[in-house]
């Protein structure tokens, strides 16, 4: 498949998330409830009542916020902001001293993000329209990156994480919520246009996606948590194989 029918399919698939039609479930989600997906990802209660209900979709294979060590003043890069969940939860750790950036290729999330950072009166977020192979901006100008389930959905994860690297300040580390594979996936699966914008076709076997995020630059990754990764309906010859990972790098 080529690269630009694999983004023209997943921006058209969160397009329908942003307006959150019908038959546009999540990715990485394992109920029907959007807060309950939110919560089996690893939000807690309190987390989700403290940000715009609006900016939950339930969209998710981790909570990269939670063992990110954010403090007070970092510049925070979310990749894939999505409705913004990670972006609100950040600011409030970083603080008006800090600042949240979220960027993602689709434009109807980046103006749901948007909305809900105006509805939850937030001055220390900004949402950007770009793609994650080729940032919109500058060079050593983040301490923090985030992203979640986000990473996998990108054909080419080098120029990713290359540019994650660019960005990042000297001493920035970033923490990663993924998907990757215990094993290689069946070619019929790894060329069906619906299973890559549902994060599967997309993941790449766990070590040479660890390769990759050293191959770009970054040093100390390590994999935090993981643990066997399965949804409704999910294809029998997937269970088992792919794996929801936690990681974290430093520049």
Avoid at 16 to 33: M, Q
Avoid at 65 to 93: P, R, Y
Avoid at 113 to 120: D, L, P, T, Y
Avoid at 219 to 232: A, G, I, M, N, T
Wanted: glycine share 8%.
């Amino acid at each position: 498949m080529k690269e630009d029918e694999i983004k023209k399919l997943v921006k058209n698939r969160y397009s329908k998330i942003a307006s959150k039609e019908k038959n546009s479930f999540s990715c990485c989600s394992t109920d029907n409830s959007i807060y309950e997906q939110a919560k089996s990802a690893g939000y807690s209660s309190e987390e989700l009542k403290s940000i715009p209900e609006s900016a939950i979709y339930g969209l998710g294979c981790g909570n990269p916020t939670a063992l990110a060590g954010l403090k007070e003043g970092d510049v925070v890069l979310d990749l894939g902001s999505g409705g913004g969940i990670d972006v609100f939860l950040a600011a409030h750790k970083v603080g008006k001293r800090g600042k949240v950036i979220g960027v993602d290729m689709t434009l109807e999330m980046v103006e749901k993000g948007r909305e809900n950072a105006k509805k939850g009166a937030y001055e220390n977020v900004e949402f950007l329209l770009g793609e994650i192979e080729a940032l919109p901006l500058k060079s050593n100008e983040v301490d923090v990156i985030i992203s979640n389930c986000v990473i996998n959905l990108t054909p080419d994860k080098y120029r990713a994480y290359k540019e994650s690297y660019r960005v990042l300040k000297p001493s920035g580390k970033l923490m990663v919520s993924d998907l990757v594979t215990d094993g290689y996936l069946p070619e019929d699966i790894k060329r069906n246009f619906q299973a890559w914008s549902d994060c599967i076709s997309g993941a790449l076997e766990k070590e040479e996606y660890l390769n990759i995020i050293k191959k770009a630059g970054f040093k100390d990754v390590k994999v935090l948590k993981q643990h066997y990764f399965r949804e409704p309906e999910m294809d029998e010859r997937l269970i088992g194989k792919i794996i929801s990972i936690q990681l974290k790098a430093s520049k």
